[in-house]
């Protein structure tokens, strides 16, 4: 894939790499309002601290993870990196292994935080290597919820309902709804957001209108994805768009 350096100022423009149903995101932190991501994302201050306010805790440090769904506010002065971990793989589970945990739902501290600032430092970055060096190689933890999960990042505009692919991995819609929780900590529902949300972002990387791509994502209309990407990123997508963020779509 073709990846972009960060830029050496002091008010970088944005890059956002997407693949796989991983996501991830550098450049200024853009006054993000409070907002709850559909999976897990790690946090880093590349040239300063971030500060994280969540469910009544405020975090201080070069990195925090934050689980999905917990309305969180970042506030920092420097470039931040943003990566988002699919739900269906144990990244996001070896990631938080490697975390320090501390009072209420975040993480703090990543023991290879060194690394991953040079990481993010290099030019040009190598959106795999951030992950990588973030959470160790990636595999699926159960077979039927990566089943499930394929199914979703394949075909996201596909209205695929938890019975439907309960039944395509012989399970019951309540276990598999169990299931997918425990194994990806989200739900159906918002994971399946996301996936539709990855789709929009590789349709505008390759020339899409922001319209039609949301409605071919699988959102019921125009004004659905609006809400929804406010609600997941702390910004409007046309915000994001016009402060001349980048967007590459990797393998």
């Known amino acids: 894939m073709t990846v972009a350096p960060l830029p050496e100022t002091d008010d970088p423009a944005a890059v956002v790499w997407l693949w796989a149903g991983h996501a991830l995101y550098v450049g200024p932190s853009l006054a993000l ?3 709850s991501t559909a999976v897990s994302v790690m946090v880093t201050g590349v040239g300063a601290d ?3 306010r969540a469910a009544g805790h405020t975090c201080v440090g070069r990195t925090v993870l934050i689980p999905p769904r917990t309305i969180h506010r970042v506030s920092t002065a420097s470039t931040v990196a943003f990566c988002y971990f699919d739900a269906g793989s144990r ?5 938080r292994d490697a975390m320090s945990q501390i009072e209420g739902p975040l993480a ?3 023991v290879r935080e060194k690394e991953i600032l040079r990481t993010l430092r290099a030019s040009p970055i190598d959106p795999v290597t951030v992950l990588d060096v973030a959470a160790g190689a990636d595999s699926i933890a159960d077979e039927r919820i990566a089943q499930a999960t394929a199914s979703l990042r394949a075909h996201p505009g ?3 309902s938890a019975a439907d ?3 395509q991995v012989h399970l019951s819609t309540s276990r598999f709804l169990q299931l997918f929780a425990a194994h990806t900590g989200t ?3 918002r994971y399946r957001l996301w996936t539709r949300m990855c789709r929009v972002g590789e349709s505008i990387a390759k020339g899409g209108d922001l319209t039609t791509a949301a409605v071919d994502a699988g959102f019921a209309s125009p004004s659905h994805f609006s809400d929804t990407f406010h609600a997941m990123f702390g910004l409007s997508a046309s915000t994001l768009l016009a402060s001349g963020a980048t967007l590459v779509v990797g393998d």
């Open 165 to 167: 692919l309960a039944a």
């Open 91 to 95: 990244r996001v589970q070896r990631c």
């Open 158 to 160: 596909h209205d695929y």
């Open 33 to 35: 309002q409070p907002h």
């Open 108 to 110: 703090l501290h990543h």
């Open 50 to 52: 971030v500060e994280v």
């Open 187 to 189: 739900s159906f529902r």
